[in-house]
């Protein structure tokens, strides 16, 4: 059982309180960090609507892509690319499937992520899919495009993951290796450009989506000015190359807040965060 350590006189920064002496320190009102982006996921029509909305433009953008070679949605796409067959690629985790089930379980124990409880979710392949993902997956096999999923669950994690998307109804290609998980070759690493590549040295890539900056850029795991500075550069794509899915749950938004430094004490983290809310 964790209960957030937050300093009275962070706290009081944050609220603008007056710094009066002796001043009680607020109560903290003992909740988890995930509640509200796992109830908003799990109960809001406002969600179902952005996820829907994001899988109706990606159908669009589908079209507008396939008409024009030489359209290409990956930055890791070179040389002739013109005549190459064409392929989106896609993320997994909060792009395709929903694991804010596993979010449930967090809260429960009033916990945060770990290894142990992640494979365990995953192993049981029971995450729900994305609304619209289904739907705009099978469309692009339909119009001819590959499917790719590049996603940084972990190669031992690849079996169960693959019976997930099918019993999801997600489209896997029975000749060709589709779904390239984190490590299935060693340069296969976190940062998902190396995987990207491969795809762009035999596909057009038509469209990436994602919910994290990796899905689509390289050089993430900077401070949180220099990655709004990168998505700033990146503007144009959004929407029209690049789909994005909202994730308030975590990915490397949150890592940013800590330094990226996963070896930190949870309570420590949670301390970085509230310092967060002071600084950026
Ligand atoms: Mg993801």
């Known amino acids: 059982m964790r209960s957030p350590t937050v300093p009275a006189t962070l706290l009081l920064a944050v609220l603008h309180c ?14 988890h960090e995930k509640l509200h982006s796992t109830l908003w996921v799990r109960t809001a029509p406002e969600y179902r609507g952005v996820a829907e909305q994001s899988y109706r433009i990606a159908t669009e953008r589908l079209e507008a892509a396939l008409k024009n070679r030489k359209w290409t949605a990956a930055l890791e796409q070179q040389g002739r690319y013109e005549r190459l ?11 395709v499937l929903d694991n804010s089930g596993y979010n449930v379980r967090v809260i429960a124990l009033q916990k945060s992520w770990d290894n142990p409880t992640w494979f365990r979710w995953v192993e049981e392949a029971g995450a729900p899919a994305i609304p619209g993902a289904v739907e705009f ?19 031992e ?6 019976r997930n998307l099918e019993q999801a109804g997600f489209p896997l290609n029975p000749k060709i ?3 390239l998980t984190k490590g299935e070759k ?5 940062d998902k450009s190396v995987r990207r590549r491969e795809v762009a040295a035999r596909y057009r890539i038509l469209l990436l989506c994602g919910d994290d900056l990796g899905d689509f850029l390289s050089g993430i795991a900077v401070p949180p000015a220099e990655r709004r500075a990168l998505a700033a550069r990146y503007s144009a794509n959004w929407g029209t190359k690049w ?5 308030a749950h975590y990915g490397s938004w ?14 420590v983290i949670l301390e970085r965060k509230y310092e967060a809310l002071a600084r950026e």
């Open 18 to 31: 007056p710094a009066q002496a002796p001043a009680p320190a607020p109560a903290c009102r003992q909740s």
């Open 85 to 95: 067959p064409p392929a989106v690629v896609l993320d997994i985790d909060e792009t």
């Open 137 to 155: 997956t099978r469309y692009a096999r339909r119009r001819g495009v590959e499917v790719f999923f590049i996603t940084n669950r972990e190669a």
């Open 157 to 162: 994690l690849e079996a169960a993951t693959r």
């Open 177 to 179: 290796d589709t779904v």
């Open 186 to 190: 060693p340069e296969w690493t976190s």
């Open 243 to 247: 789909i994005i899915l909202p994730n």
């Open 254 to 267: 949150e890592d940013a807040l800590y330094g990226f430094d996963r070896s930190l004490a949870d309570s």
